[in-house]
């Protein structure tokens, strides 16, 4: 057992996190902005008494201080896993709303953890493929750790989405140099997902409220994509199952120190989404688009200009990746849940 402080606990990705860290016997204190959100979590957890599950209410990530009480503890901690950052497009500014949080947030934590719980010794941070993406890549590019989205400050602030890669670039250099120029006791593991499809248990209250990644399922299943799919995009994805474990693996095993991993189960297209809802769920199939609908969804005619390497993740962390179509069935079923 270890002690472990979860940063962002309400997150889509941290409430699986969460469970995991739970079910593998860990002792976990989780930050939230609020006590309504340590409420709803602990009323989802009833087991789990106040020595495996506590709370610590961070309401401002980007503060300087944010973290400064959050890292003290009894017993103190031994790992930080820290995934609280925006993502989200709904930004009116930019350097305030995305860039600003997702970098002192980052740096804040480890500064925090270095001048007050030194008995810590492995923080692994959510990072993003955002952060890895190369937009004039060559063709047939092949990504692994080793790759980092070149994009400037003076990019970054031309529209949300530059923002959005923005944040998880600079945030992620910044634990990188942190570790470098200061040389703390703890090690860094960083983790990387593409678009994160997987069940939602971090207690919604509604359809309009769903993550980001999983949205586009929630518009295919809807309806709202009936007339015309829309493109893939980034054509990678994983379950939030397995980036969660991913997480928690990268904390526990002592070969993934100082490690980035690029966590991908392959690749997709929006077309098998639809498909995959279709076969699954005969209610559904109204709803879904069909014929020339489905094309703007599909792989192009051309291949899918880059490809992946994700050996890292298997061979270091032992890391299977779900299927497909287990991923967006329980994505559906869970969603339906709170239509």
Known sequence: ?????????????????????????????????????????????????????????????????????????EPSFETVIHTASPFHFNVTDTKKDLLDPAIFGTTGV?????????????????????????????????????DWNPITEEEAIQNPMNGYRASKTFAEKAAWDFLEKEKPNFTIATCNPPLVYGPVVHYLNSLDAVNTSNQRIRDIMTGASKDKLPPSGVFLWVDVRDIALAHVLAAEKAEAANKRFFVTAGQFSNKEIAEIITENFPELRSKMPTGDALKPGDYPEEGVPFSYDNSRVKEVLGLNFMSLRKSIVDTVKSLQAVE
């Not at 699986?16 to 989780?30: I, K, M, P, Y």
């Not at 008494?49 to 009480?69: C, H, N, S």
């Not at 941070?125 to 063709?139: E, R």
């Open 1 to 73: 057992m270890t002690r472990v402080l979860l940063t962002g606990g309400s997150g889509f990705i941290a409430a699986h996190v969460l469970d995991v860290l739970l079910e593998r016997g860990h002792s976990v204190v989780t930050t939230v902005r609020s006590q309504a959100k340590a409420d709803k979590i602990k009323e989802a957890h009833p087991k789990y008494g106040k020595d495996k599950l506590d709370f610590a209410i961070v309401e401002d990530i980007a503060q300087p201080d944010a973290f400064e009480k959050a890292v003290i503890s």
């Open 110 to 146: 480890l500064k925090a953890i270095k001048k007050s719980a030194p008995t810590v010794k492995r923080v692994v941070i959510t990072s993003s493929f955002a952060a890895m993406v190369d937009p004039n890549a060559p063709k047939g590019h092949v990504y692994s750790e080793k």
